[in-house]
C-alpha cells in the first residue's frame, strides 16, 4: 500500500517492516494510533521470512531465521496471531568418533533414552547427572528472566534478586560461561554441545572476559522461560506475515518499496525524509520507530556511529531427495535431524576453529549444526514433495566472521561450504551432494550466505543477525525505561540492536510501542 499523496502527521511512523517493526505497528495501530511503517523492500518480515529459494521448486523454506524460542505468548495473544509453533521431539544429536567406531550423543526422546545416550558415550552416569543440573539451574533462572523482557527494564540488582541464586549468577552474569562448563562437565563433547548456545551468532571464546558469550547464552537458555527452540508451523514468513495481517487489521499502512533516507526530529515532531518509485516525500510523526540497526539509526538521524558490528556465520540452506543415512547405527537419520544436528562442535573443537578464525584463517573444522523443519512441519513442502520423502535441511555455521570474506566473497563462501559439508560426510553413510534434490535448471537445491551476503541483502551491519552484540536484560547507563529510548525523545530504536532485542521475539516492537503509549496516554 501507498501513504496518501497528501502529507499529514502521524502518531508513529516506523522505519523498516521487519517482524519487530510490525509487532510496534500492530500494537500502535490496534491502540488507535495512526501508523505508517516504510519498508526498503518489495516485502515485509525482514529477515524472518519464508521463500521458494529453489526454480521450479514448491518448497517455502525460512530463508533466514529460522526457529522460535524468544517470541511471547503475550505478544501471539494481544495481537490475535493465527500463528502456532510445534515442539521438537528430539533437541539435539552429536556425531563423534571414540575408539574408532561411530557414536554420539543424543539428546531427547525422552528421560530414558536420553540417559542411556550419555552412558553409552561416557561410561558412567555422571555427566548426565550434571547435564540436569546445569539445565535445571538454566531452566530456574528462565523462568524468573523470562516474564521480564516485556516490562520495563529492571535494575542489575532487581534482576539478580529476582533470579535469586548467587552461584546462578557468577556462572551466568560475572564469570566467562566457559568456567561453568568446565566446572560442571568432564566430557569434551559434552562440553561442546553445552557452549553452542553461546557462540550463535557471536564470534567470541568459552573464556572472553567481555562476556559477549554469556550475554549470547542467556538469550538462547531462556526462551518461552523453557530455553526450547520450537518450529514455527508454515516456516518463519507465516509469523510476518500474520503480523502484516494484524497490523494491516487494525488500520496501520505498509508502504513496501519506500526507504527512508533521513529523520529530522527536535524531540516533540519529526519529519522522516523517504524514496519510492514516486520520488523523495516527507512524512511528519509525534514518533519514529526505528526498525534498523543501530548504525543505521545513526546515520538517519546525522549522529555519531557506534563501532562497528561483524557477523560470523555461513547459512545454507538445502532441500534433499531424501535423508542421508548415518554412520551411527544407533540412531535414526528421523531422529538424528529432527532436533540440532551438531557438527565439529567438541569443546576443543570449537576454541581451535575460533583461535585460527581469529588469526585471519577459515577454520579447518568449520563448526555447525543442522536441523530439518519438514520433519517436524511438512507444511512448507507441496504436498508432492511431502509424499515422495523431500525434506528440508538449514545449516548454521559458527566462527566465520566477515573479515575472512573480504578478499573475495564468492570464492571463500565456496571454500567454507565445501569444507563444511565434508566435516558432515565424515559422519555420514553416504555423501550429502547424493541426496540433495535438483531444481527446474537441473542444479542442486543448495544456497549458502556469509555475513557479507546478509550485509549486502537485508543490510545487516558486518552481516551480524543481532545487528551488534547482545545486551545484558537489565538497565545500565543510558539504556532508558524500556531499553528503546535514543538521544532524541520521540526516537525510539525498535530493532535487533534494542536492549533485549536479538532473535525472533518482538521484544523491541512490544517495548517500543509500550514506551509510546505510556508517554501519550494509551
Known amino acids: 500500500m501507498t501513504p496518501p499523496r497528501t502529507p499529514r502527521t502521524y502518531d508513529a511512523v516506523i522505519v523498516g517492516g521487519g517482524h519487530n517493526g510490525l509487532v510496534a505497528a500492530a500494537y500502535l495501530a490496534r491502540a488507535g494510533r495512526s501508523v505508517l511503517v516504510l519498508e526498503r523492500l518489495a516485502h515485509t518480515g525482514g529477515a524472518a521470512v519464508s521463500t521458494r529459494p529453489f526454480a521450479g521448486v514448491d518448497a517455502r523454506l525460512s530463508r533466514y531465521s529460522y526457529l522460535v524460542s524468544l517470541l511471547p505468548r503475550k505478544i501471539v495473544r494481544d495481537l490475535d496471531l493465527d500463528f502456532r509453533v510445534r515442539g521438537r521431539t528430539v533437541s539435539s544429536y552429536t556425531p563423534v568418533q571414540r575408539d574408532g567406531r561411530p557414536t554420539g550423543l543424543l539428546v531427547g526422546g525422552g528421560e530414558r533414552r536420553t540417559r542411556e545416550s550419555f552412558a553409552a558415550l561416557t561410561g558412567s552416569e555422571r555427566e548426565y547427572a550434571a547435564w540436569q543440573r546445569f539445565y535445571g539451574m538454566t531452566g530456574d533462572v528462565a523462568r524468573r528472566v523470562f516474564p521480564t523482557l516485556t516490562e520495563p527494564l529492571p535494575t542489575r540488582d532487581e534482576l539478580r534478586r529476582r533470579i535469586d541464586d548467587e552461584d546462578a549468577w557468577r556462572a551466568l552474569f560475572e564469570e566467562p560461561i566457559g568456567v561453568a562448563v568446565e566446572e560442571y562437565f568432564d566430557d569434551d563433547l559434552v562440553r561442546g554441545v553445552a557452549l553452542t548456545d553461546a557462540l550463535i551468532g557471536t564470534f567470541a571464546d568459552a573464556h572472553d572476559p567481555d562476556l559477549s558469550q554469556n550475554r549470547c547464552f542467556l538469550y538462547h537458555v531462556i526462551g518461552g522461560g523453557t530455553g526450547a527452540w520450537d518450529v514455527p508451523v508454515g516456516g518463519m514468513g507465516a509469523l510476518t506475515d500474520a503480523l502484516a ?10 508502504a513496501t518499496g519506500h526507504e527512508a533516507v533521513r529523520v529530522d526530529t527536535d524531540g516533540r515532531e519529526a519529519e522522516v525524509t523517504y524514496r519510492s518509485a514516486d520520488g523523495e516525500e516527507v512524512a511528519a510523526a509525534r514518533h519514529v520507530l526505528v526498525n534498523a540497526s543501530p548504525r543505521e539509526l545513526a546515520a538517519l538521524t546525522g549522529r555519531a556511529a557506534p563501532p562497528p558490528a561483524e557477523g560470523a556465520q555461513l547459512k545454507v540452506n538445502m532441500l534433499l531427495k531424501r535423508l542421508p543415512a548415518l554412520r ?99 559422519h555420514l553413510a553416504e555423501p550429502l551432494a547424493d541426496c540433495l534434490a535438483t531444481d527446474a535448471d537441473g542444479r542442486p537445491c543448495i544456497e549458502a550466505r556469509s555475513p557479507l551476503d546478509l550485509e549486502r541483502d537485508l543490510r545487516l551491519p558486518g552481516g551480524h543477525i543481532f545487528h551488534r552484540d547482545l545486551s545484558w536484560p537489565h538497565a545500565a547507563e543510558g539504556t532508558g525505561r524500556w531499553g528503546v529510548e535514543t538521544a532524541q525523545a520521540n526516537v525510539l530504536l525498535c530493532g535487533a540492536g534494542a536492549v533485549r532485542g536479538g532473535g525472533v521475539s518482538g521484544v523491541p516492537g512490544h517495548n517500543a510501542a509500550m514506551a509510546v503509549l505510556e508517554r501519550t496516554g494509551g
Open 245 to 254: 495481517d494484524a497490523a494491516r487489521a487494525a488500520g496501520a499502512v505498509l
Open 328 to 426: 551411527d547405527p544407533a540412531v535414526d537419520p528421523r531422529e538424528a535431524f529432527a532436533g540440532t544436528f551438531h557438527i565439529a562442535e567438541g569443546y576443543e573443537q570449537l576454541a581451535t576453529a575460533y583461535a585460527r578464525a581469529a588469526a585471519g584463517d577459515l577454520p579447518a573444522a568449520p563448526p555447525s549444526e543442522i536441523y530439518c523443519h519438514s520433519l517436524t512441519d511438512p507444511t512448507i513442502l507441496a504436498p508432492d514433495l511431502a509424499e515422495q520423502g523431500l525434506h528440508t535441511l538449514t545449516l548454521f555455521g559458527l566462527h566465520t566472521p566477515a573479515r575472512l570474506f573480504a578478499r573475495d566473497n564468492d570464492a571463500v563462501r565456496e571454500e567454507l561450504l565445501k569444507s563444511t559439508l565434508a566435516q558432515l560426510d565424515a
